[in-house]
């Protein structure tokens, strides 16, 4: 009986160790959402409307030269960039993202894949670590993007995947991201990132645009910087999205550890009740033994 008891002594001060560590894990991931959460809603609307405003130039006006950004090619060679984390612990974040990845390759471009035709740029650790195990062609130039985070580092990331495109060496590139909602609700999406998409294709009100430098020197100024952006808004909402579903996690973990602690505490109450109820009978049995 004593021996149970200890047992379920040291379950209780194992379970209290391990909740200490998940409310200060929460608080952490708390105050570095709050952050990432400033950082992406002040993004969201400038990348959103430059986005737009590419769109429509794009569908507006004749693009040419074989290696514009905009130009539809036949897909043969394929890249993805797949933003993920550092670290774990953070629920079914990563695994959702890069479940999104494999089954987009496995729906839309299994075909090239089979010819090995798809490269995976992967920005965070956690996703480089499973492709590499899986076999597949992946890339670590850019995994550690996260340990120094701003935009001359996702700037490079972009600009590589920009002159990759130009060199026809990937025929499309997409990104495969968590979109931020808020600290509960993450939105698994893939965007394509080249060729720029066009807006108005169903022949719909032609924007007059009035160009100032010169139509052609402008556009070739504009197109790489707004990629640029919606690649970091990309990064930013994956960024803060691995925060609340760290957050998220560690408050269900607590909430479990509490409900561990209260179910451990009644079987130690319990555990003790039956040692002292045996000990009493033990005593009494020994007393009417002894007047006997």
Do not use: C
Request: hydrophobic share 40%.
């Amino acid at each position: 009986m004593a021996g149970q008891l200890k047992e379920v002594r040291n379950r209780i001060k194992s379970v209290q160790s391990t909740q200490q560590i998940t409310k200060a894990m929460k608080m952490v991931s708390a105050a570095k959402l709050r952050r990432a959460q400033d950082a992406i809603v002040q993004m969201r609307p400038y990348a959103r409307k430059l986005q737009e405003m590419l769109s429509n130039i794009v569908s507006n006006t004749q693009v040419e030269g074989d290696n514009a950004l905009a130009v539809e090619r036949q897909v043969e060679r394929i890249l993805f960039i797949v933003i993920t984390s550092d670290r774990g612990l953070a629920g079914a974040y990563n695994s959702n993202v890069i479940k999104l990845a494999k089954l987009t390759i496995s729906e839309k471009y299994a075909e090239q894949a089979s010819k090995g035709n798809v490269t995976i740029w992967s920005i965070g650790k956690k996703g480089f670590e499973h492709f590499a195990k899986n076999n597949f062609k992946v890339t670590d130039t850019y995994k550690d993007i996260f340990l120094n985070l701003s935009f001359e580092s996702v700037q490079q990331a972009s600009q590589a995947a920009i002159q990759a495109f130009q060199n026809k060496e990937f025929d499309r590139v997409e990104i495969v991201y968590s979109e931020f909602k808020n600290a509960a609700t993450q939105r698994f999406v893939v965007e394509q990132f080249l060729p720029i998409q066009k807006t108005n294709a169903g022949g719909g009100v032609k924007a007059d645009f009035i160009f100032d430098p010169n139509k052609e020197e402008l556009i070739a100024e504009l197109m790489p910087k707004i990629l640029n952006t919606q690649l970091f808004k990309a990064v930013l909402d994956a960024h803060a999205s691995e925060h609340g579903a760290r957050m998220t996690a560690m408050d269900k973990a607590t909430e479990n550890a509490n409900e561990l602690l209260r179910n451990l505490k009644i079987s130690y109450n319990r555990a003790r009740q039956a040692a002292i109820t045996t000990e009493l009978t033990e005593i009494v049995s020994g007393a009417a033994a002894l007047q006997g």
